[in-house]
């Protein structure tokens, strides 16, 4: 039997419109603004004035003062009396290794992360590194983030004495930092060792660049520090950091930095392991062959210090 379809019934007042969809509430969405672009390995001074001045995630300011002990200079206390607004300390004497008595050597990983997280950086982060002098222990705290597998870090040119010179704007008292978390991962291929540097006497794979004066190259002049003796790697070539600077403390350019390690006896095809008194301003060649697309560059972290203080180590004057 067939079923008989209801009838239904009439709605009042015209046909039913159908009801508009339910809206949830929309949620205030957080917006996270863009963090900035890196402006390479050298950061301008007027390039990170403008970063200060925009809204939105800052670059991470970070003062690498440091000074040879015999000058008696706190770089600390230099800080608390005037930085660039927003920067950190960072000591280089405290975040190294203190198991051994060669001056501020690479620390560990999980040290690193921890002192630097606690200056408010993490791994995210656009690092800007200067120092009072223009760019020297700069350099080494920049060799030290790329070590810990940190490539957003830039040099400011030029450092804390250009950006006074031009009447830019300073704070006083010590650094106000919110603990980060940070992680760091070592590249071994960017550092070299005592046993490494003592096998390439044979192998002669890498050329070995001392960034000395010259006068402690040949052994002319005496050590800064006491007891060790003079000369220099057998087999190195030299090239003294300070003359890749301009008389204002900037890099050199380019093309009057490829003359200056080409006269300094450098093949650019050929991988470079820099040197020291310490492993400070080894990073400045370091660095000054970063520039010109060099990318097989080594610091000796020991340097000097290290070589020369070991009786069994040859020595050429």
């Not at 704007?169 to 070299?192: H, K």
Request: aromatic fraction near 6%; glycine fraction near 8%.
């Amino acid at each position: 039997m067939a079923k008989r379809s209801r009838a239904r019934r009439p709605v009042k007042g015209g046909s039913r419109k159908p009801a508009p969809p339910t809206r949830r509430p929309l949620r205030a969405r957080a917006v996270r603004r863009a963090a900035p672009l890196s402006p390479g390995t050298l950061a301008s001074t007027e390039w990170l004035a403008a970063q200060l001045e925009r809204p939105g995630p800052r670059v991470r300011v970070v003062d690498g003062s440091w000074h040879m002990p015999n000058l008696a200079r706190d770089p600390r206390r230099e800080f608390e009396e005037a930085h660039i607004p927003g920067a950190v300390f960072f000591d280089i004497d405290a975040i190294a290794d203190r198991s051994t008595s060669l001056p501020h050597m690479l620390p560990s990983p999980v040290q690193f992360g921890r002192q630097v997280g606690e200056l408010g950086i993490s791994n995210r982060d656009l690092v800007v590194v200067y120092d009072v002098r223009g760019v020297v222990s700069a350099a080494r705290v920049w060799w030290t983030f790329r070590t810990m597998g940190h490539d957003r870090v830039a040099v400011l040119d030029g450092g804390l004495r250009k950006w006074r010179a031009e009447g830019r704007p300073v704070e006083t008292g010590p650094a106000r930092v919110a603990p980060a978390r940070y992680r760091a991962r070592i590249r071994r291929a960017l550092v070299r060792d005592l046993d490494q540097m003592r096998r390439n006497l044979d192998s002669r794979a890498e050329q070995t660049l001392d960034a000395r004066s010259r006068g402690r190259f040949a052994a002319t002049e005496p050590e800064p520090r006491a007891g060790l003796r003079g000369g220099h790697i057998p087999g190195s070539l030299n090239l003294p950091y300070d003359e890749l600077y301009r008389p204002d403390g900037t890099f050199r350019p380019p093309e009057e930095l490829r003359t200056a390690f080409a006269t300094a006896g450098v093949d650019p095809a050929r991988p470079v392991a820099t040197t020291c008194g310490s492993g400070i301003t080894a990073s400045v060649l370091a660095l000054g062959l970063h520039l010109i697309g060099h990318r097989k560059v080594a610091v000796y972290d020991g340097s000097w210090t290290e070589w020369a203080g070991h009786p069994d180590t040859p020595v050429e004057s």
